[in-house]
């Protein structure tokens, strides 16, 4: 088991804010290296945070930033970033596919540019991006430095209560998992792990706050993703993958059940619970 992430390289998609950067700045805090991929890079009243101010926090938390401007639809983008990545640290050794486009809608009122967006960030994105990194994670494997390839993306149901309400999210965010289940069996011979992660509640994240109707003082904080993503980037790559964690159940397996620091609000017991999980 490998336990720390000094001198890893990290590359984080959606790494601007929220569950990204708080992954990146836990990665940080061992002193890791991380390449932030996303968008953003002019601040917006309504979504705070771009790749400057991520930096920033990475390298007040310990760790030295790559911010690179990517739209990972865009594979020739994406193929440029991992270029970038390597060409500063040397490699990659772990993936995390965190970047996603969500749409809580029904068929009718979900336009095609929203559809063709959710598959283009979630599915093509999380594939593009694994596809991109594979040859510095096979040589990351290769000089024994525990490479993983991380989704944040659910536990794959084929219940249609989790369907009904919101065909294209669920297809997208599934089209993720689905990612998870095939690389994990192919990589599996490469000494690569590929799993993924989802919260049990709402994170607070800006972007949730877009969503009409969500009180995020019902909600948990990012760190909770951010403390279950590390332990399983420091676990063994060749023992822990094709799993499908949920936060609360991976840290109480690690002996930590007290997660009230993760509440926005200390003290809350029933919380928003997030989609997916049974």
């Known amino acids: 088991m490998t336990a ?11 790494a601007s804010r929220g ?3 708080a992954i990146a700045k836990r990665a940080a805090a061992d002193g890791a290296n991380i390449v932030l991929i996303a968008k953003t ?30 739209d990972i639809r865009d594979e ?7 270029a970038a990545a390597v060409a500063r640290f040397g490699g990659i050794d772990i993936l995390v596919n965190n970047a996603s486009a969500i749409s809580l809608t029904p068929t009718p009122a979900t336009p095609m540019k929203r559809f063709d967006l959710m598959f283009g960030v979630n599915v093509r994105g999380t594939y593009a991006c694994t596809q991109a990194c594979l040859p510095a994670l096979i040589q990351s ?16 149901s084929m219940r249609a209560h989790w369907f009904k309400g919101h065909v294209a999210y669920t297809m997208a965010k599934y089209g993720m998992s689905e990612c998870t289940l095939g690389h994990a069996a192919e990589f599996k011979p490469l000494g690569i792990a590929v799993n993924s992660l989802w919260p049990r509640t709402a994170i607070a994240t800006a972007a949730l706050q877009m969503i009409p109707g969500v009180d995020l003082n ?19 790559a060749k ?12 840290l109480a397996r690690h002996g930590v059940t007290d997660l009230d620091r993760y509440s926005v609000v200390p003290g809350t017991k029933n919380f928003i619970p997030d989609f997916f999980v049974d």
């Open 141 to 156: 494997a290769q000089a024994g430095r525990n490479p993983h390839v991380l989704n944040m993306s659910p536990p794959l």
């Open 239 to 250: 023992a822990t993958s094709g799993n499908f964690f949920i936060d609360d159940e991976l």
């Open 19 to 21: 569950i990204g950067l």
């Open 4 to 14: 720390t992430l000094e001198g890893k390289t990290l590359l984080i998609t959606g």
């Open 41 to 70: 890079t002019e601040p917006n009243p309504k979504l705070p945070g771009t790749l400057s101010s991520a930096a920033a926090e990475v390298e007040a938390a310990g760790g030295q930033a790559l911010p690179v401007q990517t």
């Open 218 to 236: 019902l909600c948990r904080k990012p760190e909770i993703l951010a403390d279950a993503a590390y332990l399983i980037l420091t676990s063994d």
């Open 76 to 82: 020739n983008a994406v193929a440029a970033a991992v």
